[in-house]
T-cell receptor
Framework: GAGVSQSPSNKVTEKGKDVELRCDPI?????LYWYRQRLGQGLEFLIY????????KSGLPSDRFSAERTGESVSTLTIQRTQQEDSAVYLC????????????FGPGTRLTVL | QQPVQSPQAVILREGEDAVINCSSS?????VHWYRQKHGEAPVFLMI?????EQKGHEKISASFNEKKQQSSLYLTASQLSYSGTYFC????????????FGAGTRLFVKA
């Protein structure tokens, strides 16, 4: 279908609560990436999924962060016991991978932890 | 592991040229370039997969020097629409398809 979609677009939560962020990649894209972007900063790699291979979790900042992907479709990023430093825009991107690795980004979820 | 971009920021007048550099301490498999406008998601510009490869996109082109582990993005005859933050992303040999982005170069084009 269209581009990468993410929901919610904005999320305000209280410190200590869990949040789930959702990403719908472009249909047919086998690779999916999650990034974190703090205000005025660059893109921080979190996790990468490629087809049925084991995900590359090397960028997850702590064990409070986890992500899942169902086949080659939807992915959810879960942050448990949120902290104020988790406040950021969380961006999801997908790509065809292997032959063409241009990443197409979703609009992001802006997370604010009070 | 994060690639280093330079300059951090640049201000241009419409019609001027600019070069943004990206260098890595690790052997590179590929280099990506993206542009992000304020409040929007990054947009893909180009990817360079081979050493020495140069690619063009309208008046924006890039080169990749695999030996020096560097890439440069060239913006010629800049337009107001070129304003934004430019990020390079690198994939390293042995790093799979994980892309690590530089801190970005803020480009502002004024009339």
């Amino acid at each position: 279908g269209a581009g990468v979609s993410q929901s919610p677009s904005n999320k305000v939560t209280e410190k200590g609560k869990d949040v789930e962020l959702r990403c719908d990649p472009i249909s047919g894209h086998t690779a999916l990436y999650w990034y974190r972007q703090r205000l005025g900063q660059g893109l921080e790699f979190l996790i990468y999924f490629q087809g049925n291979s084991a995900p590359d979790k090397s960028g997850l900042p702590s064990d409070r962060f986890s992500a899942e992907r169902t086949g080659e479709s939807v992915s959810t990023l879960t942050i448990q016991r949120t902290q104020q430093e988790d406040s950021a825009v969380y961006l999801c991107a997908s790509s065809l991978a292997v032959s063409e690795r241009a990443q197409f980004f979703g609009p992001g979820t802006r997370l604010t932890v009070l | 592991q994060q690639p280093v971009q330079s300059p951090q920021a640049v201000i241009l007048r419409e019609g001027e040229d600019a070069v943004i550099n990206c260098s890595s301490s690790k052997a590179l498999y590929s280099v990506h370039w993206y542009r992000q406008k304020h409040g929007e998601a990054p947009v893909f510009l180009m990817i360079l997969l081979k050493g020495g490869e140069q690619k063009g996109h309208e008046k924006i082109s890039a080169s990749f020097n695999e030996k020096k582990q560097q890439s440069s993005l060239y913006l010629t005859a800049s337009q107001l629409s070129y304003s934004g933050t430019y990020f390079c992303g690198t994939e390293t040999r042995g790093g799979g398809f994980k892309t690590i982005f530089g801190a970005g170069t803020r480009l502002f084009v004024k009339a």
